[in-house]
């Protein structure tokens, strides 16, 4: 599975980085950043670009943010059956969860996954500590 890691400014590049200093080298993450310079129909050539035609069945855009000009451009892709799917969001936790899984899984399957686990990409201390004392009320 290939995955394009779509982000405004240098957070693609970025987030690829910080997943190799924890998990290790990830060849099939390929980072694109959108400039301030870029257009939509700039950033989709760059996306398109990082895209294997014979592998657009098999790869995965994940965007920093949903309805972002990096989303609506691979939103675009996925409908014209550029790219499988997209998926916004993009954080380190998210990132490792797909580096971890996406050797193992699908992309529909490695999708189903992050959404089914997306609330534990983040947390709070105040709502941790909330929920350990709740349990140990009992």
Known sequence: MEIILVGHAQT????????EMIYG???NFHP???TPKEGLQSLTSKIVSKIEPNKAAETLIITDLFSGTPYNASAELVLKKKAADVVAGMCLPMLLEVAVNSSSMSV???????MKNKE?????LSEKAKTDTEEDDF
């Open 120 to 124: 534990e990409f983040s947390t709070s």
């Open 108 to 114: 529909s399957q490695l999708v189903a996954h992050l």
């Open 12 to 19: 693609a590049k970025a987030f690829k980085e910080a997943v």
């Open 25 to 27: 080298e990830v060849p």
């Open 32 to 34: 694109v950043d959108f």
